[in-house]
């Protein structure tokens, strides 16, 4: 006598067995645990490092930068800056319009996203007042930092977005 079939049993293909759920669990962890790692990884070594170790000490030296800011001010200097790629040039003159022979310049290109690729320019006085630098400098977008001193004391910082083509 032959086994008969019954209709519901047709199109079953194997049993799910304790072995086939364990495997699926595996696999899916598995991927899970994979795509985990290589974004971690890919976080870990793209963040640029900690900004502020401490938001009392971030807190005075922004009291510190509000206050420097308020002399800078009132001291009505004027400071032109061009920068090309390749060049950067930076004109000072004091309140009445003449040179500042007296003051040192520091230039410094920021990177707005990654501070690992920041660049300190090398300034040379050209003349009173006038200064040049002729670093090479990646195009893109950069945070300009222009700060003069005297006798080691910031007397004027002035920072601006610049596009380099």
């Known amino acids: ?59 005075l030296a922004f009291r510190a930068e509000s206050e420097a800011a308020a002399a800078q001010d009132a001291r009505h200097w004027q400071v032109d800056a061009h920068i090309e790629p390749g060049r950067l040039d930076v004109a000072a003159r004091d309140a009445d319009g003449n040179p500042l022979t007296d003051v040192a310049l520091a230039a410094t290109l920021q990177h707005p996203t990654n501070r690992r690729l920041d660049v300190a320019l090398d300034p040379v006085r050209v003349s009173a007042g006038q200064w040049r630098a002729t670093d090479t400098v990646a195009s893109g977008q950069w945070e300009l930092v222009i700060e003069l001193s005297r006798e080691g004391e910031r007397m004027f910082r002035s920072t601006n977005r610049v596009i380099i083509r």
Do not use: H, Q
């Open 1 to 59: 006598m032959a086994a008969r079939r019954n209709a519901s049993d047709e199109g079953k293909g194997r049993p799910i067995t304790g072995r086939t759920v364990l495997a699926c669990f595996i696999g899916f962890f598995g991927i899970v645990f994979t795509a985990n790692f290589f974004l971690v990884r890919a976080a870990v070594t793209s963040f640029g490092g900690l900004e502020t170790e401490s938001s009392y000490k971030a807190g």
